[in-house]
C-alpha cells in the first residue's frame, strides 16, 4: 500500500535576499525555509527547495499541491468593519466569562461591564480580536446548559461587538446564533463543528470565519475519549489528517475554504510528549492551506516543563511558546497576556523586517 506523503517546512532563514530559486514563502507571510521534511510511511529525508521542483514537484501530484498550499498567501479575513491581512502574526486576546476558568477564576462571571471593558483593554494593548468564551474547557470541566452559556455571554457581545472584532468560542449552536445576532464576527469551535450537528449549518448561513480545533474525540468533550491518555502513533500526522478531514467536512457544508482556520488543540487529549511533536512540527499544517491559530498560553504543558509552575507563573513560558508560533508562520495567537506577547512580536517584527532589508 502506498504510503500518503507529508511536507514540513524546514531550514528557515533570515532573508531571501540572494538566495533566489534557493528558499520558498511559507504561507505569504515574514518567513523563508529552504528545504523540506519529506515524511512518508513514517521515515523521513530532507529535500532542498532547490531540488523539489526537479523532483518531487514534478513527479508527485500530492507533493505539488501541498507545496502549492504552503507557500500560497492567505487571504485576508473579515471582522465586521476590521479586515486583517494574514502576512504576520496577530494576537487574539482571550475573555472568560466563567465561574471555574482556570485562568481568572471567574471573577468575570457576573459582570458583563467589567468583561467588555476587559475586552477593550486588550483591544488597546494590540489584540486585533477578543475570544469570549462561556464555557469552561479544562479538564473535568461540566457541561453549562447553552441557556446559561446564552446568559453569560450576550450581554458581553453586545458591548463589545459595536466596537472590536469578537470571536465566539464555544461548541453550541444555538449560542453561535446568539452571539452572531449580537453582532460576533467569528466562531472558535473546540469540536471542529463535531459537537452541535446544527453548527455548521449556523457558520455557513451567517459566512463568518471560524476556527476548527483538533481534539481526540469532540462528541465526547474537549478532552473526551481515552486516545489522548494512550498517546497516537504519530500526533502530528494523525493530528494533520484529523484536520484535514474536517476541512473538507467544513466546505461541504457551505463553508468557504478562505474562511476555515485550524488549530492543532495543543494541551487538548494529549500526553506531554503529543504536545511536544506538535510544537515542534507546526509548520506541517500550512500544508491544510487554511491560516492557523496557536493557543497555548498558560497551558499544562508550560508546567510540565517549569518545575510544576502555577497558571499564574507561566508568562515566560507562554511567551516562549508565542514565539515558537511566530517562528512557525502561525497566523493567529490565542493568550492570556495580550500587553506582554504583543511587545514580544513587536521586538520579533523589528528583527525580521531589520533581516529583510539586509541590515
Known sequence: MTQKLYL????????????????????????????????EGGARRTLSIADFAATLGVSDARAAALHAAITAPRAPITLGERVLRLDQPHVVGILNVTPDSFSDGGKLEDDPQAAAEAGFDMIAAGAA????????????????????????IAPVVERLARAAPVSIDTRKAAVMEAALERGAHMVNDVSALVWDSRSAEVVAKAGVPVVLMHSPDPAKGPHGGARGGKG????????????????????????????????????????????????GGLALFHGLGCPIMLGAS?????????NEAPVGDRLGGSLALALKGAEAGVQMLRVHDVAETVQALRVWRGMRDAALVGH
Open 129 to 152: 480580536l477578543i475570544d469570549l468564551g462561556g464555557e469552561s474547557t479544562r479538564p473535568g470541566a461540566a457541561l453549562v446548559w447553552e441557556g446559561d452559556e446564552i446568559k453569560r
Open 298 to 306: 498558560r497551558k499544562r504543558i508550560i508546567g510540565a516543563l517549569s
Open 232 to 279: 497516537y502513533a504519530d500526533p502530528l500526522i494523525e493530528t494533520f489528517d484529523w484536520l484535514a478531514a474536517r476541512v473538507e467536512a467544513a466546505v461541504m457544508a457551505g463553508i468557504d475554504r478562505a474562511k476555515i482556520i485550524v488549530d492543532p488543540g495543543i494541551g487538548f487529549g494529549k500526553a506531554l510528549s503529543d504536545n511536544l511533536a506538535l510544537l
Open 8 to 39: 514540513l517546512p524546514t531550514q528557515f532563514v533570515d532573508s531571501p535576499i540572494g538566495r533566489d530559486g534557493a528558499v520558498a514563502r511559507l504561507a505569504g507571510g515574514m518567513q523563508w525555509f529552504a528545504a523540506y521534511d519529506v515524511i
